[in-house]
């Protein structure tokens, strides 16, 4: 029987597979659902490992304790306040604020050894493990605030492109060094840069043409010559219009295919013939209200999408909000090969 990592490279060789694979990511893991299906990271044939990719680890610091709440600087030097137990924050400064000439900051280097705490663990061996860096939108968010990069990139494109080539040079030097250090040339990188909402990107195609497609081109470029054989693409959202754009980068997988957004997997498969197809699973959707028989119907379609290869099923997330024996049930059937139908069904929608 083949092993996890053998199936991922046989979907992106477009070879018939064995059995598909899957790529999971869970908000929660309550221990009830531990208890039943065991370790969470078993559960997922492909693992991303992730450094500390901040443009400024060095300034990361706790500035002040109070109560439930916590002001610190971070790797990207952006001071935020949280509270505890709460996932999101509020931004209080960000390391690039208007009026600053981005070609008098230095980031720190990519070569830091704190940045690179993990190593391989038996457990991982069998599992398909891919590098990971930010792209060069969200990651200037970081050192830039999100509101204010988006006035740049209306208002002031030349900064903007500046912004992001900077951000983007970071990056591939991140990424060189997880290749290297990890050794993951076998496998390769991804790229999750969240640029879009459920219906379209956050900006332009034009936009993205001029102020971001260039990073995005060095980066994959210098990732490929440097010997990483796949480069996989994560964005949230609706990212049809800048796909096209994207392959030419060199792209060879996208991620997570969110139907609620429109990314429908088997549209894409009949535009995109080579793309690798990572995701296409319904989580706010079918997952959360099945019932079973749907969940089963949904999941056999898109076994089916890869019988050729070409495809890791999986979700945008699995969040507590979805019941186990739904998730069961999409477990159960997505590792059924046998479930694959005799001919493709109809597409749900």
């Not at 060094?177 to 990890?182: A, G, V």
């Not at 079973?292 to 070409?310: A, C, F, P, S």
Request: aromatic share 10%; charged share 30%.
């Amino acid at each position: 029987m083949r092993s996890p990592k053998e199936c991922v490279l046989d979907a992106y060789d477009f070879r018939p597979p064995e059995r598909i694979p899957r790529f999971d990511s869970f908000w929660d893991f309550p221990n009830a659902w531990r208890e039943e299906l065991g370790d969470p990271s078993l559960l997922s044939d492909v693992v991303i490992w992730c450094p500390n990719e901040g443009a400024f680890p060095r300034r990361a610091r706790t500035l002040e304790k109070r109560g439930d709440h916590k002001i610190a600087v971070d790797s990207w030097g952006a001071t935020k306040r949280t509270r505890r137990d709460s996932y999101f924050y509020e931004v209080l400064d960000v390391a690039i604020p208007p009026g600053t000439d981005p070609d008098r900051v230095s980031f720190d280097p990519p070569d830091l050894d704190s940045r690179f705490g993990k190593s391989r663990d038996a457990a991982e061996e069998t599992r398909c493990v891919f590098g990971k860096t930010g792209g060069p939108y969200l990651r200037t968010t970081f050192v830039r605030g999100e509101t204010q990069f988006l006035l740049d990139i209306a208002e002031d494109p030349v900064l903007a492109r500046a912004l992001a080539d900077k951000m983007a040079d970071h990056l591939t030097r991140i990424g060189l060094e997880e290749l290297q250090r990890w050794n993951l040339y076998d496998t390769g990188m991804s790229i999750w840069d969240d640029m879009a909402f459920n219906h379209n990107p956050l900006f332009s195609p034009e936009q993205f043409e001029r102020i971001f497609l260039p990073g995005y081109r060095r980066m994959i470029r210098t990732w490929k010559e440097a010997g990483a054989r796949r480069v996989f693409f994560h964005s949230d959202g609706n990212v049809l219009s800048l796909l096209d754009m994207l392959l030419d980068a060199g792209i060879d997988g996208l991620n997570p295919l969110e139907r609620r957004a429109g990314m429908d997997p088997f549209l894409l498969r009949e535009k995109y013939p080579q793309l690798v197809l990572i995701g296409g699973m319904d989580n706010t959707n079918t997952l959360i209200y099945g019932p079973v028989d749907r969940i089963k119907k949904q999941t056999r379609e898109l076994l089916n999408l890869g019988r050729n290869g070409g495809l890791i099923i999986g979700t945008h997330s699995i969040s507590p909000e979805i019941p186990l024996e739904h998730y069961r049930a999409y477990l159960e059937t997505s590792n059924d090969l046998s479930a694959i139908p005799k001919t493709r069904q109809e597409t749900y929608h």
